[in-house]
């Protein structure tokens, strides 16, 4: 199976499990729609591509935020050695901002 469709059917099941309020979704989903749009933060393959040349491994998750007036993306990383990593990324400039190895 592709990586890309491996990560969307991941991400789906994490948020099946999660079971976030739909409107509580939408809303989000509109926020980041409108962010990118205005040009305020990057498309998610250009953020995944920045994170995987930080921290190379399989992303199992995704979260977006805004955080002291800027985008954030905080993305949760497998590592090929078995560590979980969070990295968070302007979600503007995609610069890697922080990285935690969380083990």
């Known amino acids: ?6 990560l969307l059917l991941l991400l789906l099941a994490l948020n099946a499990v999660v079971m976030t309020p739909l409107a509580h979704a939408d809303s989000d989903g509109e926020r980041a729609r409108a962010a990118l749009e205005r040009g305020e933060i990057r498309p998610l393959d250009a953020v995944l591509a920045a994170a995987k040349t930080a921290v190379p491994g399989d ?3 995704v979260d977006l935020k805004r955080d002291d ?3 954030l993306y905080k993305l ?3 590592s090929p050695d078995g560590r979980r990593r969070d990295v968070k990324i302007d979600a503007g400039s995609l610069k890697v901002i922080d990285d935690d190895d969380d083990d």
């Not at 199976?1 to 491996?6: A, E, G, T």
């Open 1 to 6: 199976m592709p990586r890309p469709l491996r």
């Open 59 to 61: 992303v199992v998750a």
């Open 69 to 71: 007036g800027r985008w």
């Open 76 to 78: 949760r990383i497998l």
